[in-house]
């Protein structure tokens, strides 16, 4: 997608997200001069501000006055104080495109807590944004213009894909595969390390050959056009080795442990949405 025309955009938090987002922005050509980052401590201010000559403040309310869109990338626990103080100390909110890139809290929470007349897209990402490999939802409300879309559409392709998606509760369901996906995948790949480990070999090998055969996994994925399942069967020799390991997973019931775990994620999601 072609760089759209730059607006004044302030994070709000300077984490793990905000940090792989902007380094996405900056690499797809999006003006530095027109990014502002804020957060209570200077580390990682920066750092940002060193790398990628952006604006940053310890002051949220004063980055997000002087910008067009405002990311609140805080986690939920924090979101209703730092709306809070937004709402006291930046007049025309209604007048700036408002995203949150926080699990769980919903729309017109926000609205309670900013301003009833935002405009709002809320968008979930994961931590793959970090090496450029991400997955972000996104869902807008109906006050968002299809300019406002394309442009926060522009700032997550830098990290990954888009996909747009129904409502709030798909979201949450995106949420539960893909914003909480890598740890699954990191749970699982940390058990087959153990268990390398556990018949011999040593943790560097067991890793080594865990994380080159997810990746190898991964690549092969992205590239057929076979479906998993299909994939899957053919590294299963009949009478093989694989079949055996296969079956201990089958056994364990490895689909309803993933259904139970996605089921899980959003029940917490929507608790989130009440909580926060
Ligand atoms: N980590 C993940 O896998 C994902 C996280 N998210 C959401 O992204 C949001 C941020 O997550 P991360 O970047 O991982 O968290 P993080 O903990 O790395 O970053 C949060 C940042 O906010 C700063 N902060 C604390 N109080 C603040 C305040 N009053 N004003 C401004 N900044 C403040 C912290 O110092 C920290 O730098 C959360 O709401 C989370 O739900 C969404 C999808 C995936
Ligand atoms: O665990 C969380 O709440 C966040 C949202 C998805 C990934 N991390």
Redesign the pocket.
């Known amino acids: 997608m072609s760089t759209p025309t730059p607006r004044k955009i302030a994070f709000?938090?300077?984490?793990?997200?905000?940090q792989s987002i902007v380094g996405g922005m900056v690499k797809s050509g999006y003006p530095a001069d027109h990014i502002f980052v804020?957060?209570?401590?200077d580390a990682?201010l920066n750092t940002l501000k060193e790398r990628h000559q952006l604006h940053v403040s310890n002051d949220?309310a004063e980055i997000a006055q002087q910008a067009e869109v405002i990311v609140l990338?805080?986690?939920?626990q924090?979101m209703a104080?730092?709306c809070a103080d937004l709402s006291r100390r930046v007049p025309n909110l209604d007048s700036k495109l408002i995203v949150s890139?926080?699990?769980g809290i919903r729309i017109p929470k926000y609205r309670q807590y900013l301003n009833e007349n935002i405009t709002m897209i809320r968008v979930?990402?994961?931590?793959p944004s970090l090496v450029g490999e991400g997955v972000s939802g996104l869902v807008a409300d109906d006050r968002a213009s299809a300019a406002d879309k394309a442009f926060i559409e522009f700032a997550f392709d830098g990290v990954g894909q888009t996909l747009w998606v129904a409502d709030e509760d798909e979201l949450d369901i995106l949420?539960a595969v893909a914003?909480s996906g890598p740890a699954y995948f990191f749970e699982f790949m940390a058990s087959l390390q153990k268990a390398a480990v556990a018949l011999g070999f040593d943790h560097e090998k067991a890793r080594a050959m865990v994380q080159q055969t997810a990746l190898g996994a991964a690549t092969m994925a992205i590239d057929s056009d076979l479906e998993l399942e299909d994939l899957r069967k053919q590294v299963t020799s009949k009478g093989g080795s694989t079949a055996k390991g296969i079956e201990v997973y089958q056994a364990a019931d490895i689909d309803d442990i993933s259904e139970q775990a996605v089921r899980a994620a959003v029940a917490r999601n929507q608790e989130m949405a009440k909580l926060f």
């Open positions: 709000i938090g300077a984490g793990n997200m905000t804020s957060n209570p401590s990682k949220n990338a805080v986690k939920p924090l104080d730092v890139i926080a699990a979930m990402p994961n931590t949420g914003g």
